[in-house]
């Protein structure tokens, strides 16, 4: 059975510690690795070649956007969903624009996170994220 690979990338280890054993208790054969900043994350992936990267938008250094751009680059078929504590539109399309498929925001993490990433795998994280994102912004649906 193939291992699902995750690479988490916060500066906050205390959130990546809940994440790791959020992934864990519900992916029976996820395998996780850590990264706290852009450069370690570049370096870890293309080592571990991860299936879906979770990346926080604002970091020490290099900014989770620059780094999902330079990953995307390296590795065009790993997934990007970025997490941020902010739930921002102009945050979600710049996340898309840099090639992330998929947008959480942190506190709504629980609710959020696995359907995010069966949409990534299913290939369908960026076009939910953009009705997603039309709903938001027009109040239509």
Do not use: W
């Amino acid at each position: 059975m193939d291992r699902l690979k995750f690479l988490l990338v916060d500066d906050n280890d205390g959130f990546r510690a809940r994440v790791k054993e959020f992934l864990t208790t519900r992916f029976d054969t996820a395998l996780v690795e850590e990264a706290s900043n852009g450069r370690q994350a570049v370096s870890k992936a293309r080592a571990f070649r991860p299936a879906i990267v979770l990346m926080d938008i604002k970091m020490t250094g290099e900014s989770g956007l620059d780094t999902t751009r330079r990953l995307k680059a390296a590795l065009p078929d790993t997934q990007v969903i970025v997490v941020s504590r902010f739930d921002l539109h102009e945050y979600r399309q710049a996340a898309q624009a840099c090639g992330a498929c998929g947008y959480v925001v942190k506190r709504k993490l629980v609710e959020e996170l696995c359907p995010a990433i069966s949409d990534a795998l299913s290939g369908e994280g960026c076009t939910r994220a953009n009705a997603r994102d039309v709903t938001r912004a027009t109040g239509k649906g």
